[in-house]
């Protein structure tokens, strides 16, 4: 795991300042890379790399790496979990390696293969190769977005780094993209390819960036027809499972004692016989505590656990530490927990694995429950929720309890069933209300912010698998895996999810309604197939997420910044939203029971704190 940058030349002198502007950008990634920098001059451009050390540990696996011959150069981020595999069948060839890296291995791969190789490579990545006598590049980013990767071009030349601020050290970029902010008050991220910076722009998962001499061009590398085998899930994700647990460094299990991160500590048990798994405790908030459901699930396993206990006080006072860990607004509350867990066992360990991926892959959310339903709800049931609507509007809700949570998931219910099928999708994506928003943003922006979040899921109808595909767009690249990624860059540790291994998400979409939802229930599949390992209360554990007491703060440790956000200049400042109905938003955000205000707020004071960090 790193941090990558590169100023490439499109036929012209590279800026006098370019060494500078490197040494900018990698300053600006050190926590993706505390180990070792290194700025490395390829004829006429310049690659930089901050290097977390996992694979080989030597100073010789460090990068940017060169081949013998000096033509070839590559950076990158990530981890090749197959390597070994392609190292063998590298060794056929008559190539010999100075490593034990996995980078070195994927040097030789690209000479070999190009592009093309891509295909084979079962892990995840950012990365740039330069073949120097022919002056071209390859620049492409993994399957479904594990690793960040975000390019610009400009004074005649081309960027990429692992992420904004790196960027911005390499290319001028002051504009603002007005619709990604938008979209972010919408959805609490920016989906790909935009940025919160008009020049700049994230390649999308499974693409490359291909440049020859002065020109270059985007293509997608990855389709869903790449061959799969035909094993059983189990043994796929057990595959899995055992490839992401090769490292030189310590590594350990993020357990929360939901089904998905039990099942990934359950195999890892089966495979080394030994685990340390790590959970986060709130003890301020007893109905977002899931604490005692891991410390069972390790129990049942024999796992060595540890519990960290994490107070509100703290978890506000990492607020800050989480703006500087984004690279543009991002309002997932739940990264503060995140963030807090991977800083607590950064001591500890530098390889964490995860059981991300599986609540889009296996129809694990509270939504895909209600998309389904409402594919098949009656004439009776329609109008009955027709009729709630408007009391529904009207009462409180909250995530803070149990009855007031109840209450919130069938206002939404309710108010996502009057629409089509893809405006339904949008509807239950998004964690701000609908009516809120368009008090506050000026007219057109809504529907402009809407179509982002379109575009990027594509076209989900009341099919499962539409739906699910949909979340592999949208969510899970540009909010869950830049959550994952973020945090634990931040500590300097690594994350891996078993589950996003290609050949488990192609089996996943292979599958059927009946082997996905049973009884209102998602992930049938999953806890048939890996049941008998687990205890029955992680088997029966409702789904909670990862989440924190955000209506509690709103209303009372935050309550005097929330309400100052009316006067806020730096939100004043971006022209299309409307500062009086913000105010009078926030005082019923602060003052009310009812918490669909509570999303907005949270949002609207990231990005406040966050546009304060730009000037």
Not at 34 to 45: N, W, Y
Not at 293 to 314: F, K, M, N, Y
Not at 447 to 460: F, H, K, V
Not at 476 to 503: C, T, W
Request: net charge neutral.
């Amino acid at each position: 795991m790193c941090g990558i940058a590169g100023i490439v030349s499109l036929g012209r002198p590279l800026p006098p300042d370019a060494a500078g502007r490197m040494q900018g950008a990698l300053q600006g990634m050190a926590n993706r890379g505390p180990d070792d920098s290194r700025i490395l001059h390829c004829g006429p451009h310049v690659l930089g790399h901050t290097r977390l050390a996992i694979m080989d540990l030597s100073a010789a696996a460090g990068q940017p790496m060169n081949d013998p011959t000096g033509r070839y150069t590559l950076v990158f981020n990530g981890t090749i979990f197959n390597y070994q595999e392609l190292r063998t069948e590298l060794r056929g060839k008559g190539i010999s390696f100075q490593t034990r890296s996995d980078t070195e291995v994927l040097l030789h791969w690209l000479i070999i293969h190009g592009i093309g190789g891509l295909h084979r490579l079962n892990g995840f990545f950012a990365l740039g190769f330069c073949d120097s006598h022919e002056d071209t590049w390859l620049i492409a980013r993994d399957r479904y977005g594990e690793k960040p990767l975000w390019y610009a071009s400009g004074e005649g030349i081309l960027c990429f780094a692992s992420g904004s601020a790196a960027l911005r050290s390499l290319i001028p970029s002051e504009d603002l993209d007005t619709t990604s902010i938008a979209t972010y008050l919408t959805c609490s991220y920016i989906p790909a390819p935009h940025t919160v910076w008009k020049n700049l722009h994230k390649l999308m998962p499974g693409h490359a960036l291909t440049c020859r001499g002065g020109s270059h061009a985007i293509s997608r590398w990855y389709h869903d027809s790449d061959a799969t085998d035909d094993e059983s899930l189990e043994l796929l994700l057990a595959d899995s499972v055992r490839i992401r647990l090769a490292s030189e460094v310590r590594h350990g299990c993020f357990l929360s004692g939901g089904l998905d991160s039990s099942i990934i500590a359950a195999l890892i048990m089966r495979h080394t016989g030994h685990l340390r798994t790590f959970s986060v405790s709130f003890p301020d908030a007893p109905y977002l505590d899931e604490a005692d459901d891991a410390r069972q699930v390790a129990e049942h396993l024999g796992c060595h656990h540890t519990t960290i206990p994490v107070s509100e006080a703290e978890l506000l006072r990492s607020l800050d530490r989480f703006i500087y860990s984004i690279d543009e607004p991002f309002a997932d509350a739940s990264s503060l927990a995140l963030q807090a867990l991977c800083a607590a066992v950064s001591h500890d360990i530098r390889v964490a694995l995860t059981g991300d991926g599986a609540d889009e892959l296996f129809a694990g959310y509270r939504k895909h429950i209600a998309l389904v339903r409402a594919a098949s709800a009656g004439a009776m049931e329609r109008m009955l929720m027709r009729s709630l609507v408007v009391p529904l509007a009207l009462a409180p809700t909250s995530r803070a309890s149990a009855p007031a949570d109840g209450l919130r998931k069938v206002r939404r219910y309710a108010q996502g069933l009057r629409l089509d099928p893809r405006q339904r999708y949008i509807h239950w994506s998004s964690f701000c209300d609908e009516n809120h928003l368009r008090d506050i943003l000026e007219h057109g922006m809504y529907e402009a912010a809407t179509q982002r979040m379109a575009d990027a899921a594509g076209e989900p109808d009341e099919q499962l698998q539409s739906i699910l595909r949909a979340d592999q767009n949208l969510v899970l690249p540009n909010d869950m895996l830049v959550k994952a990624d973020r945090m634990s860059m931040s500590a300097s540790i690594e994350l891996r999810s078993p589950f996003l291994d290609y050949r488990v998400v192609e089996a996943a979409r292979r599958l059927n309604n009946q082997n996905l939802v049973q009884n209102g229930r998602g992930k049938t599949v999953l806890r048939q197939t890996f049941g008998q390992l687990l205890p029955a209360r992680a088997l029966d554990k409702k789904k909670q997420g990862f989440e924190i007491p955000l209506d509690r703060w709103i209303r009372h440790q935050l309550r005097e910044e929330i309400r100052s956000l009316g006067q806020s200049p730096h939100l004043a400042a971006l022209g299309f939203i409307r500062m009086k109905e913000v105010n009078r938003q926030m005082i019923r955000a602060v003052e009310g029971q009812d918490s669909s205000r509570t999303h907005l707020a949270f949002s609207l004071l990231v990005l406040d704190r966050w546009l304060k960090t730009q000037n």
